[in-house]
C-alpha cells in the first residue's frame, strides 16, 4: 500500500494506493466518513472495503478528504470534499488508463459524496453506499440515478434511521434500469463494530456478482 500525493483543488491530497498487476484492472475509489467527526482514510472499515477491492483484482485508492492528515487546506461542507474525490478519480484514470471498470464506495458522510460523484461521472459502472446518511442529506440529485449499486446498512444504526434508507432506495429503484441491492445487516450499528467481516462478506458477494453482469452487458452492446 504505497502512499501516494496527488494534486486536488485546494493542494495536496494523501492517499494509499495499490495497483492491480492484472491488464485492463478494474478501479476502485473509497471514500471516509466525515471529517470533523473523526473520519479518516485509516477507518477500519474503509480499511478493509479497500482491502475487498485490492482482493478482487482492482487497482484501489483511499485518500485523505482535505484537512485530514497530511491533505492540505480545510473542510469545506460537502462541496470540496466533493471536489477532492473528482480528483482523485481523475488521478486514479490518468494511472489506469485502460481501466476495464470503474466504481466508487464511501462509508457514512463517504458514501453521501460518492453517490454525488456518480451523478458527476458518467464513467462509474456502480457504486458501494456503506451507512448512507439518507435521513441527514439530501439525495434528492439522485435523478435520474445513472448506475446501479450496492447499499449496506446496519439494522441497529441509532444515527440513520433504516426507514430513511430503505425509502430511499425504493426511490431509486422506481427509476428505469436500476437495481440498489439493499443489504440489512442484523445486529450491526452505524460503524459496523463487531460486523465489519460480514459487511466485506456482502460486498465481496456484490462485487463477484456485478463485475460479471457489467462485462456481459457490454458484450451483448
Given amino acids: 500500500m504505497p502512499e501516494v500525493i496527488f494534486n486536488g483543488p485546494d493542494g495536496r491530497l494523501e492517499g494509499r494506493y495499490h495497483h492491480s498487476n492484472e491488464p485492463n484492472a478494474p478501479i476502485a475509489l473509497v471514500l471516509h466518513p466525515h471529517p470533523q467527526q473523526g473520519g479518516t482514510m485509516n477507518n477500519r472499515v ?29 473542510y469545506d461542507e460537502g462541496m470540496g470534499e466533493l471536489s477532492d474525490a473528482a480528483s482523485a478519480l481523475d488521478w486514479m484514470q490518468s ?10 464506495s464511501g462509508f457514512s458522510f463517504g458514501a453521501w459524496i460518492c453517490m454525488q460523484l456518480l451523478m458527476r461521472r458518467p464513467e462509474i459502472d456502480s457504486f458501494v453506499a456503506l451507512s448512507p446518511p439518507a435521513d441527514e442529506y439530501d ?3 439522485l435523478a435520474p440515478c445513472p448506475a446501479s449499486g450496492l447499499f ?26 436500476i437495481k440498489v441491492d439493499l443489504r440489512l445487516l442484523d445486529g450491526a450499528n452505524h460503524f459496523f463494530h463487531n460486523k465489519v467481516e460480514e459487511l466485506t ?12 453482469a457489467i462485462e456481459a452487458a457490454r458484450q451483448n452492446n
Avoid: I
Fill in 46 to 74: 474503509v480499511f478493509e472495503v479497500y482491502q475487498t477491492f485490492v482482493k478482487k483484482g482492482f487497482s484501489t485508492l483511499r485518500f485523505n478528504f482535505r484537512g485530514v492528515g497530511r491533505s492540505q487546506g480545510e
Fill in 95 to 104: 494511472t489506469n488508463p485502460d481501466a476495464s471498470q470503474c466504481w466508487v
Fill in 139 to 141: 439525495f434528492a440529485f
Fill in 152 to 177: 449496506v446498512h446496519g439494522v441497529n444504526d441509532s444515527m440513520v434511521p433504516g426507514d430513511s434508507v430503505q425509502a430511499l432506495a425504493k426511490k431509486l429503484e422506481a427509476q428505469r434500469k
Fill in 201 to 212: 462478506d456482502n460486498v465481496n458477494d456484490y462485487l463477484e456478482k456485478q463485475m460479471q
